[in-house]
């Protein structure tokens, strides 16, 4: 597990198989299972890979690490992908951004695949 200051970590049943670095969404029963829609609501970013059934730390706020599902614009607004990774924000009827990427000196550039650094600060909808 990834450990970052002033962020939120807590623990959730994984109501399906989750990898690391990951976005999370709480399903009915409230367990998380991954992003699986472009745009749609994440609860947080899961910090190690999960089975179903298994126990699983979810940043829901603040620093995080995630996969980068394509190049990323320097501290430009992101949302996730239909894979639960993290891509810019395209602005959309539904579309909910959940932070954004920090670059540092060394990474100034991202690709597919890639983990980043992100702040993850909730669902916010940006409408279109």
């Not at 970052?4 to 299972?33: E, H, M, P, W, Y």
Request: charge should be negative.
């Amino acid at each position: 597990m990834m450990s970052a200051n002033n962020s939120t970590i807590i623990s959730r049943v994984a109501a399906a198989t989750i990898t690391a670095l990951q976005a999370v969404k709480f399903d009915a029963n409230g367990k998380v299972t991954p992003c699986d829609t472009l745009g749609e609501i994440a609860c947080g970013i899961a910090q190690r890979p999960a089975a179903a059934g298994e126990v699983v730390e979810v940043c829901v706020r603040g620093l995080t690490k995630a996969i980068a599902g394509a190049d990323l614009t320097e501290q430009g607004l992101l949302m996730v992908s239909a894979a639960g990774k993290v891509v810019d924000f395209a602005a959309g009827a539904g579309q909910y951004s959940v932070g954004s990427w920090i670059p540092n000196i060394n990474h100034t550039t991202t690709a597919d695949d890639e983990e980043v650094f992100i702040i993850f600060d909730g669902a916010s909808e940006q409408g279109a």
